[in-house]
């Protein structure tokens, strides 16, 4: 494989073979030319690893990796990046049902400027190239720096990205997380507490939005209070499913990338790690609550439900 300025880490488990396609040319047809790219298939089928083979063909930018067993979209993510090779500086992770506008790769190289990472808005559409939403952004809006935002709800896409590779450094290999943990999450906590993250406000992918995604758009991905069960059920799924989730973020970035940049990263930081057993930590977190429910806001109210998960906490310590 041929040194590049630019690395592509492209994840695919049993992947739709006419959307694979779609996102393979749209990599192919980039105005940047200079990139590698690794295919890191994580235990699809012999039918679907051989379709993959023959879209690749020859092709001696595309490098293809294949799982035996199933890691999650998670670990396969890490995979990938483990499996760049030397000389790109540069990365980029791509879903296998996406289709990146041309000009994606050369406008988020220009765009990173001194950041540590970049991300751009994106087109929401349906299977067929239907247009759902102009924008990524239906339900919150991107976050401007603000680490402690971030901890508690990401904003940052992994396939609408671009990072700088020295950030594998503290990134790898990915910690273990309670609940469900996001790779985008993690490398966009990363990169703020190493540096800066810019934004660029225009669509330079499209997001196939349908019911075999593994996630939906930020419209979708607002993880509310769970409204099933007695309120005792729902705090503890809450406690379970995301309070302890950004908890162990947050631990994992203060083991990785302390000291961070500045005070007020540090004092976040140390914030939502003291959310468990600090009442001064907790009613900071209800002030954030109460500010960003009256507008639409970079967490989508993702504070209501860490204060739930808490108050679930707290009572089943009160009663042993």
């Known amino acids: 494989m041929k040194a590049a ?8 488990h049993e992947p739709d073979p006419e959307l694979l396609v779609v996102q393979v040319n749209s990599i192919r047809a ?21 379709a993959i083979e023959a879209l690749l063909g020859d092709d001696p930018r595309f490098v293809l990796s294949h799982s035996p067993q199933r890691l999650g979209f998670y670990r396969n993510f890490e995979h990938a990046l483990t499996l760049l090779p030397e000389g790109p500086e540069l990365v980029v992770l791509a879903d296998q049902d996406d289709r990146w506008h041309p000009d994606k790769l050369e406008a988020l190289v ?15 559409v349906d299977r067929d ?19 402690a935002s971030l901890l508690v709800a990401n904003t940052v896409t992994g396939a609408a990205s671009l990072f700088r590779r020295e950030l594998l450094e503290w990134a790898l290999p990915f910690p273990e997380l309670p609940g469900r943990p996001y790779h985008d999450h993690w490398l966009a906590a990363v990169a703020l507490a190493r540096g800066e993250i810019a ?12 019911g075999g995604a593994v996630l939906g758009h930020v419209g979708d ?16 799924r809450a406690y379970e499913e995301e309070t302890k989730r950004v ?39 209800a002030g954030r609550a109460l500010r960003h429910a009256r507008g639409v806001s970079e967490t989508g109210g ?3 439900t860490l204060l739930a998960g808490l108050a679930w906490r707290w009572l089943s310590r009160a009663r042993g």
């Open 5 to 12: 300025t630019v690395g592509i880490c492209l994840a695919t």
């Open 221 to 236: 991905e607002r993880r509310p209070e769970p409204r099933t069960g007695s309120r005792a059920q729902r705090w503890r």
């Open 129 to 147: 190239g239907g247009l759902i939403s102009p924008t990524y952004w239906t339900g919150r809006r991107p976050n401007e720096g603000d680490l």
């Open 199 to 210: 934004y660029l406000g225009r669509p330079l992918y499209d997001y196939v939005q349908h």
């Open 110 to 124: 220009a765009g990173l400027g001194a950041a540590q990472l970049v991300h751009s808005d994106a087109r929401i």
């Open 30 to 50: 980039q105005t940047h030319a200079d990139w590698v790219c690794v295919v890191s298939d994580d235990a699809s089928g012999a039918e679907a690893v051989t």
């Open 302 to 304: 993702a504070e209501r």
């Open 247 to 285: 908890l162990g973020l947050a631990a994992a970035l203060a083991a990785r990338c302390e000291p961070l940049p500045d005070r007020e990263r540090r004092r976040d930081l140390q914030r939502i790690l003291a959310l468990e057993r600090s009442p001064a930590a907790a009613a900071w977190l």
